[in-house]
């Protein structure tokens, strides 16, 4: 059944992509293990949402906070986008 933030995912897109992304594929966007990336959840250093036991990241939030933080190019992250 598809409820709340993952209801787009069932049916998908517009454009092909899910709105959510999972720690392992964050992991593979920031060039980090999935622990590393777990750590910096339980830190506070990563938008996240909880739903049940699983930890999704929504697109345009991580996208959002990427590109606020300090001497990272928005346009190097954005290549890794195509998971």
């Known amino acids: 059944m598809c ?10 897109s517009a454009a092909g992509m899910r709105p959510y992304l999972t720690t392992e594929e964050v992991a593979l966007l920031l060039g980090r293990t999935p622990k590393a990336i777990r750590r910096m959840v339980e830190r506070g250093q990563l938008p996240y949402r909880k739903l049940g036991r699983r930890v999704l990241f929504l697109r345009a939030e991580l996208e959002e ?13 954005r290549k890794r986008w195509r998971l």
């Open 3 to 12: 409820v709340g933030v993952l209801a787009p995912a069932c049916g998908g």
């Open 65 to 77: 906070f990427l590109e606020a933080l300090p001497g990272l190019r928005p346009a190097d992250v």
